[in-house]
């Protein structure tokens, strides 16, 4: 989908960048306009001045355009392009952030089979009792 600068009005691909000038929000922006407005601000005010006209009630620049919204939106990721060693760190980080929840999950199976033992054992001591008075 193609979107166009709200600047230079050039179509690119993407939602695009924006641009916080003189209190007023600049969506969509090309990598170019975003660059410009992000190292020389002043330029754009002098350069495109319909954006910053006090006199209008809503300025265009504030009006986001209807894809970029609070409604949900689903998104399928079909492939991550990812260095062999920067996976390997990754897969080691996860590994060590796993032991805690590891130990958490030992500790309450050996709680539950002590408990469990402890009631065959002291269900059996008692029928052992009453078969053997």
Known sequence: ??????????AFNGTGSSAHIADVLLFPLCCDCHVQSDQD???VLIKYPRLFDQ???TPMAT???SF???????????????PFGSMVT???KWAIASLPAMMMLATIGCLVWWFTCAVLIGT??????TIFQ
């Open 1 to 10: 989908m193609a979107t166009d600068c709200l600047l230079c009005g050039k």
């Open 41 to 43: 601000p002043q330029s």
């Open 55 to 57: 006199s209008r009630s």
């Open 63 to 65: 009006s986001m355009p």
């Open 68 to 82: 970029v919204s609070d409604t949900q939106s689903h998104v399928i990721v079909t492939g991550i392009h990812m």
């Open 90 to 92: 990754l897969m080691v």
């Open 124 to 129: 059996r001591s008692g029928i052992l009792q």
